[in-house]
């Protein structure tokens, strides 16, 4: 019997994808649990696979078609199964059908001419008709690194390029010589349209701007004794944890703590109610160079130092190779971004919707402070939290901030 492939939903929030590759060609057969298509959802690409054995019998939605959730993507049945009452009068498309639809224009990646084929398949390299098999980790870091994937041979399931296999040539490619690096700046970029990350941004940025009553709270906290705990104990967190925590993983164990001792601020708007969280999800921007994602560390504040830091540096590596599941971006509390490890003294963040309150964190720097009617160097740093005053109140996000420095200022519970 036929089976529907559908455009799954990945997350509460997620409304519509898009089909970026088909990883198996109409006709051909496909074993359970193989992936056949590759789709975008709003911050991540996802491997849709093979709920069933059989053969791809039709492929619905063309590569650079944007479907909503439960959209038909694709059918899978037997050989010389009929189709045509599962596919009569179904909608696939937005505002679109089966026999109409055609591909939405794909967003070009900088430095590549509209109409050029995508680097993931030069097909020519391949022999006539052949697409390259590659799985999107390994995409993903092939164009990070600069790596030809024409000239890779890959050694996952029927010859598809995998993850060890773009390692490999990386790890080739760093021994040899390197020639004088520079910006290429006739390979930016003119434009960057506004769709899949860029235009999540776009959309969640103004409406959280659009409509949040924003406050900004800035408070100086006083470093000096926790950059002089983390050089005391960075030796001896390595040997526990197998990791070094950073300054960013000690900031994230203060504000989980805070958020469980002040539990106010971990709040959202639920319908016509503000609901507070028992559960402290604390997400934490990371950076993809074009966009940014907030992954979120669950239970945060019933974890330990070593347990935030090991957590922070795989969702920030798996975030940035492509691997981070939408479920890993979810149900965030509340939100942390550091923007001090590129220099930035101060800033004052956007909330990310529906939580209630952002901190901004801004870079730990020596400047001269009266203390005790005297003038003394410290290691300072600038917190600012911006919260939505529909839902909470000035009072609460005050003491929220004043325990978060207190925690830094006094670090020595860190252990």
Request: proline letters at 7%; aromatic letters at 4%.
């Amino acid at each position: 019997m036929a089976i529907r492939l559908d455009m799954p939903q990945l997350g509460l929030t997620m409304e519509k994808g898009t089909i970026l590759q088909w990883l198996r060609a109409e006709g051909e057969t496909v074993q359970k649990g193989q992936p056949v298509v590759l789709i975008q959802t709003e911050k991540v690409e996802y491997e849709v696979e093979a709920p069933a054995a059989g053969m791809l019998l039709k492929v619905i939605a063309k590569e650079g078609v944007e479907l909503p959730v439960g959209g038909l993507m694709g059918v899978l049945g037997q050989p010389g199964e009929d189709v045509s009452s599962l596919l009569a009068g179904t909608p696939v498309g937005i505002g679109s059908r089966a026999d109409t639809l055609e591909p939405r224009a794909a967003p070009s990646p900088p430095g590549r001419v509209p109409g050029e084929p995508r680097a993931a398949e030069p097909v020519a390299a391949r022999g006539p008709g052949e697409r390259i098999k590659i799985s999107p980790v390994a995409k993903k870091m092939a164009q990070e690194h600069g790596i030809d994937i024409a000239a890779l041979t890959g050694t996952g399931p029927e010859g598809r390029i995998v993850r060890e296999d773009v390692e490999r040539a990386i790890a080739t490619k760093s021994r040899e010589p390197r020639a004088e690096s520079r910006v290429d700046r006739e390979a930016l970029a003119d434009s960057i349209p506004l769709a899949g990350i860029r235009k999540v941004i776009f959309d969640r940025m103004g409406q959280s701007w659009r409509e949040a009553a924003r406050v900004t709270l800035f408070a100086d906290a006083d470093m000096s004794e926790l950059v002089r705990l983390r050089q005391a104990r960075l030796a001896d967190w390595e040997r526990r944890f197998g990791i070094k925590p950073s300054y960013s993983d000690l900031i994230h164990l203060a504000v989980a703590r805070a958020l469980r001792d002040e539990p106010r601020i971990n709040c959202r708007l639920d319908g016509q109610a503000v609901r507070i969280r028992k559960e402290v999800n604390l997400a934490f921007a990371v950076d993809l160079g074009e966009g940014l994602v907030a992954a979120v560390i669950r239970d945060a504040d019933k974890q330990s130092l070593g347990d935030l830091a090991r957590a922070a540096r795989d969702l920030a590596d798996r975030a940035r190779s492509g691997r981070l599941s939408p479920d890993e971006m979810a149900d965030g509390t509340f939100t942390v971004t550091n923007l001090g490890t590129v220099g930035v003294e101060s800033f004052t963040p956007i909330i990310n919707p529906p939580q209630a309150g952002i901190l901004g964190v801004g870079k730990i720097m020596e400047k001269p402070v009266v203390r005790h009617g005297g003038i003394h160097v410290r290691s300072m740093m600038t917190l600012s939290l911006v919260f939505d005053h529909r839902l909470i109140d000035g009072a609460p996000a005050a003491r929220f901030l004043t325990k978060v420095k207190e925690l830094l200022e006094q670090p020595a519970w860190m252990g």
